[in-house]
């Protein structure tokens, strides 16, 4: 049992240590390499364009099942009007950039593991380094620029579409007041609470593109090799996005009031 | 010029390289033979600096590799070609994106002359007019010559081959071997093949050295390795296993 931890501590300090290396080199890239922008883009594309449907979806049920749920429990207490305001603060300090994260986490960490692993195991990221190209910056460095900044867009997506949704539920299914919701609504949400939102997306941007590309390149030989490594890089993004999110939240709070 | 010096490299409790000493001369056409998994493709491999070695020294040209970092290695390793045994194509790209990946890479070369330079290798290995395909349009051998013409298209001063010919059938196995003296007679550059298969040292190199338990057993020409008469050297370009239950050759 003893040695069962002792190698568990060993696995999971040599991780933290190759995660943080890696982040150094990504710093080292960005400062000394110019990022090649078309790469940058077709990632921005990959993450961005070909995520709509999955954000789209996210943010706007989660609105609409927020506004209802909400309207439920204020019914009772006379305080309909307010229904707005808490589905806009929710969405957008919390829940449309973890939902926002935890999406994109599924759908492009997931590919990203996928595929340098499958770079890896079929040595094509030896044949990169022997063509003088370091795999950071050709393979890592694009995704994270393109995640870093796509992230926030989607989530913006996210948080706008969930409280235009939350919004028609409110007017056509709900029967609330439309211009006192909405009156609510702008009066309880502070720019802060967006822009807490904006903060914690970007962060979560980070850690899926980190996580994500550590995963693929420290991927074990093999197709089960792939598999765990695409397996690990979802669970990994998505619980460090939970965690940090509470820090996130407690810290941002005390920060920007 | 290469220089090995003293290398040595474990995996775990395995010792694979056992202090290696060798040099080889610039344009020289080197094989380096050995049974399967007695750490050939890792010393191609150190050569290149893919991997770290934990003791000895590589020279390449005087200069030092085991104490550089990967950024001072992609410099080194501009005067490298290396051609892998899966070939290692990226499958993503068409055969001319890979066949230019440094060019481009490097943006120094204009469009016009990176095509012209791509046909030229391509026509070197036989596959002019395969630009647009990808990857997975191509048999193994044609994935090897794609390997070999990205690994010589800029012109390396060292080429490296790791296993060749294995998994070929003998045709085009034949092929690929008339495709490497070709380009050591073409590009002057410096060669050195991995591989256990006899036929095509004795065809790709002028010297044959042999690895055995972990280190450089034999340095010889083709002829002599063919005519010696020690038995792990006789045993090995025979094919002839111990007896089972006998030492094995590894």
């Known amino acids: 049992m003893t040695s069962l931890a002792k190698q568990l501590a060993r696995d999971w300090f040599g991780g933290l240590g190759r995660g943080t290396l890696l982040c150094r080199d990504i710093a080292v890239s960005l400062m000394k390499v110019k990022p090649v922008w078309r790469d940058v883009v077709y990632q921005m594309y990959f993450i961005g364009v070909k995520s709509q449907m999955v954000v789209i979806i996210t943010g706007m049920f989660t609105g609409m099942v927020l506004c209802a749920q909400t309207y439920f429990q204020f019914h009772r207490v006379k305080m309909e009007s307010a229904t707005l305001a808490v589905v806009s603060v929710a969405m957008g300090s919390e829940l449309g950039p973890v939902l926002t994260g935890l999406m994109v986490a599924g759908r492009v960490g997931a590919a990203i593991a996928a595929q340098i692993g499958t770079m890896k195991v079929t040595e094509q990221i030896d044949a990169l380094r022997t063509l003088a190209a370091h795999p950071v910056d050709y393979l890592v460095v694009p995704r994270f620029l393109a995640m870093v900044l796509t992230m926030p867009l989607l989530t913006a997506e996210s948080i706008a579409l969930g409280i235009g949704a939350a919004y028609l539920v409110a007017s056509f299914l709900l029967g609330i007041n439309q211009a006192d919701a909405w009156h609510q609504m702008v009066r309880h949400t502070d720019d802060l609470d967006i822009l807490r939102g904006m903060i914690k997306t970007f962060i979560f941007g980070l850690i899926i593109a980190v996580v994500s590309c550590y995963k693929g390149l420290t991927c074990n030989q093999g197709a089960v090799g792939v598999g765990l490594a695409t397996t690990e890089a979802v669970v990994y993004s998505s619980i460090t996005i939970l965690i940090t999110n509470f820090f996130l939240t407690m810290f941002l709070n005390t920060l920007l009031q | ?250």
């Open chain 2, 1 to 250: 010029m290469i220089e090995v010096r003293q290398l040595r490299k474990s995996f775990g409790d395995v010792r694979v390289l056992n202090g290696v000493d060798f040099s080889i001369e610039k344009g020289q056409a080197v094989t380096i033979i050995g049974v399967s998994g007695g750490g050939k493709s890792i010393l191609l491999k150190l050569l290149i600096g893919l991997i770290t070695p934990d003791a000895g020294e590589i020279f390449i040209d005087g200069q030092n590799i085991t104490r550089m970092d990967e950024r001072e290695l992609l410099k080194v390793r501009r005067k490298f070609g290396m051609l892998f045994q899966s070939a290692a194509l990226f499958d993503s790209l068409t055969v001319e994106d890979n066949v230019n990946f440094l060019l481009r890479r490097e943006g120094r070369t204009t469009p016009a002359e990176m095509a012209r330079r791509v046909g030229e290798v391509l026509e070197l290995v036989g596959l002019e007019g395969t630009q647009k395909k990808m990857p997975a349009e191509l048999s193994g051998g044609m994935r090897k010559r794609v390997g070999l013409a990205r690994a010589v298209v800029y012109r390396p001063e060292i080429v490296l081959y790791d296993e060749p010919t294995t998994g070929l059938d003998p045709i085009a196995a034949d092929s690929i071997d008339q495709l490497i003296s070709r380009v050591v007679d073409k590009f002057k550059v410096t060669s050195i093949a991995v591989t256990h298969d006899m036929r095509s040292a004795g065809r790709i190199s002028r010297r044959i050295l042999m690895l055995h338990e972990g280190r450089i057993y034999a340095d010889q020409s083709p002829e002599d390795i063919f005519k010696s008469n020690d038995p792990v050297i006789h045993r090995f370009v025979n094919g002839i296993a111990d007896p089972i239950g006998k030492t094995s050759l590894v």
